[in-house]
C-alpha cells in the first residue's frame, strides 16, 4: 500500500464547461470529491494524502475565479473540522500562508490547530504553493543560517535541505496521481517527487471516485521500484 498519495486535483473548469456551467461549478464539484477521496484513503489505510489546491501560479486567473476558490477553501475548512475531527484527520495547509486573504488563512490555521491531535489520515492541502517556490524558501533559509555562522555550507546535506521543506516530517510521496488527461507536474511537490510513481487518467477531478483511488494503488503494487538500484 502506498504510505503517501499525492493528487493533483485538475479538471474542474473543463468539467463545467461541458455541463454548460460556470467553472465555480466545477470547483465546487471537486470539493465533493475530495471528500469521497479523503473517505477512500481513510477506508484502505492510506496515512498521509496531499492534495493540490491552489498553486503559485493560478493567481493568473481571472480575479472572479480566484474569489470562488478563496470562498470555496474557507467553506471547506469550516464544514469539514467536525467530520474530520471525528474521522481522526489531521488536516494542515502547505504554500505561502502570508499570500492567501485573511479569512482563508484563519480558517485552515483553525482548522490545523483543531484536528492537530489526530494521526489516523494526515491530509495536507497545497493552498497558495509552489515547489520552486518552497525549495527557493529553503535555499533562503540556510542563506541565512550559513550568513549567520550558524552552520557551514558543508553542512547542507540532502536531510538538512529536506527538512527546511514546508512539512518535513511527511514521508516523499510514493504515488502520485493527476486526473484530467495533462501530463505534467505542475510545479507540484518538486523536490519530493524525485522517485515517486505517477498515474495519469483522462477522468476530470469532480468524477474521481473511490473505485479511480483503488485501480491506481492496484496498478502502484504491479510497478516494481528501484530507486535506481537493480530492484
Ligand atoms: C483544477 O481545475 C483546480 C485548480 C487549478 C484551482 P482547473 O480549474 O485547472 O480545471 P481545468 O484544468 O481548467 O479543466
Ligand atoms: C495544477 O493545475 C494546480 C492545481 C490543480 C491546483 P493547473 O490547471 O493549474 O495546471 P496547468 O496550468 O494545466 O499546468
Ligand atoms: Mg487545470
Known amino acids: 500500500l502506498p504510505k503517501h498519495v499525492a493528487i493533483i486535483m485538475d479538471g474542474n473548469g473543463r468539467w463545467a464547461q461541458r455541463r ?12 465533493e470529491a475530495l471528500r469521497r ?16 489546491a491552489f498553486s503559485t501560479e493560478n493567481w493568473k486567473r481571472p480575479g ?7 470562498s470555496l477553501a474557507v467553506e471547506y475548512f469550516n464544514r469539514e473540522i467536525d467530520v474530520l475531527r471525528a474521522r481522526g484527520v ?3 495547509v502547505i504554500g505561502d500562508m502570508s499570500g492567501l486573504p485573511g479569512p482563508v488563512r484563519e480558517a485552515a490555521t483553525r482548522a490545523a490547530q483543531e484536528t492537530a491531535g489526530n494521526s489516523t489520515l494526515n491530509l495536507t492541502i497545497a493552498l497558495n504553493y509552489g515547489g520552486r517556490m518552497e525549495i ?25 535541505f529536506a527538512s527546511r521543506l514546508y512539512a518535513p516530517d511527511i514521508p516523499d510521496p510514493d504515488l502520485l496521481i493527476r486526473p484530467s488527461g495533462e501530463m505534467r507536474i505542475s510545479n507540484f511537490l518538486l523536490w ?40
Open 20 to 31: 454548460g456551467l460556470p467553472r465555480a461549478a466545477g470547483h465546487r464539484a471537486g470539493v
Open 64 to 70: 472572479e475565479e480566484v474569489d470562488a476558490l478563496m
Open 136 to 160: 527557493c524558501r529553503a535555499a533562503r533559509e540556510l542563506a541565512s543560517a550559513v550568513k549567520s555562522g550558524e552552520m557551514n555550507p558543508e553542512d547542507i546535506t540532502e536531510d538538512v
Open 192 to 231: 519530493q517527487c524525485a522517485y515517486t510513481e505517477m498515474w495519469f487518467s483522462s477522468v476530470l477531478w469532480p468524477d474521481f471516485s473511490a473505485e479511480h483511488l483503488k485501480q491506481a494503488v492496484e496498478d502502484f503494487r504491479r510497478r516494481q521500484r528501484r530507486f535506481g538500484g537493480l530492484g
Open 37 to 52: 477521496v479523503v473517505a477512500a484513503c481513510k477506508d484502505l489505510g492510506i496515512e498521509y494524502l496531499t492534495v493540490f
Open 90 to 92: 489531521r488536516i494542515r
